[in-house]
């Protein structure tokens, strides 16, 4: 099957790798990766790059997320989401709308978060969930982070519904502790959805059961091009020589206004070569796909 990007509407209960897995599973088993995790807790958009597509997967990394959550106050979990055992409570004060305002203009903007337990990230090649399993808790290093946007859609006697829009490395649950850490109780996430990954807001998603339907006609599923979300990088079209060249890991001519900077590579014929380097005088390969494949 051709290379390209699909938009995963991710079931709850899954892991986003067993996610990835059933659609290779479904689609020939091609070469493949997620780009970024959600919890098992987690649905929604889960960018998966097929093929060459693999090779720009660092591209979509970095983009900025939107999340809508439920914070469910008065128990804290082990997990930090409702997949995780009760480890303690407390009572929820009464909540006014105007006072939890004022507690989420607290958490726009930039901040230090520091990444929970159960979570990907790993200490000497081991992933600090595996650790938490265990019962082995490590201090973490604080990262930094952004919430351009976070908004409550819903105000219940035990509970919030809210809406983010932040910076890559950021994490939903334990954003959701620290939101009822500072509300006067504890919490955690009962319900998460990535409503969209950057730049694929206005996309549609495939669900598994869509994406079998398709299998079962004989068909392909619509896939968005290697390219399509690097639209923000300056683009540079080769000549046949100079491309030829350029697929032998050397560096050619080029100019570009920008530069430095990386730059989208095609040919004469518009084919879609990779990502390159420029430096105002010349251009030399970064990440180069197979354009046979």
């Not at 006067?184 to 807001?201: D, I, K, Q």
């Not at 100019?255 to 390159?276: C, M, N, T, W």
Request: proline share 8%; hydrophobic share 45%.
């Amino acid at each position: 099957m051709p290379s390209g990007i699909l938009l995963l509407d991710k079931p709850r209960g899954l892991t986003s790798n067993a996610a990835l897995q059933r659609v290779r599973a479904l689609l020939s088993r091609p070469k493949a990766g997620h780009v970024g995790s959600l919890d098992p807790l987690a649905t929604g958009m889960l960018p998966l790059c097929l093929g060459e597509a693999t090779k720009i997967a660092g591209e979509i990394l970095a983009a900025r997320k939107r999340y809508r959550f439920t914070l469910s106050l008065g128990e804290r979990t082990a997990t930090g989401d409702a997949e995780g055992a009760v480890t303690g409570s407390a009572p929820v004060p009464p909540l006014e709308r105007d006072a939890v305002e004022a507690v989420l203009a607290q958490f726009r903007g930039r901040q230090k978060q520091t990444p929970p337990m159960y979570s990907a990230l790993k200490r000497a090649g081991q992933p600090l969930y595996r650790l938490a399993r265990s019962g082995v808790t490590v201090e973490r290093a604080a990262r930094e982070v952004e919430l351009f946007e976070l908004e409550l859609l819903r105000l219940e006697t035990a509970g919030l519904e809210l809406e983010i829009l932040c910076s890559k490395g950021t994490y939903v649950r334990a954003l959701a502790e620290d939101l009822a850490q500072a509300l006067g109780t504890c919490g955690h996430v009962s319900a998460l959805r990535r409503l969209y990954v950057e730049p694929f807001a206005a996309e549609p998603m495939q669900t598994l059961e869509s994406l079998a339907e398709v299998r079962a006609r004989g068909a392909w599923p619509a896939l968005l091009p290697p390219d399509w979300p690097l639209a923000h990088l300056a683009a540079v079209r080769l000549e046949a020589d100079e491309a030829r060249r350029l697929l032998q890991g050397q560096s050619v001519p080029a100019q570009v206004p920008e530069a430095p900077a990386r730059v989208r590579l095609y040919d004469d014929s518009g084919v879609f070569l990779g990502l390159g380097e420029a430096d105002g005088r010349a251009v030399r390969p970064r990440r180069l796909l197979n354009p046979g494949i």
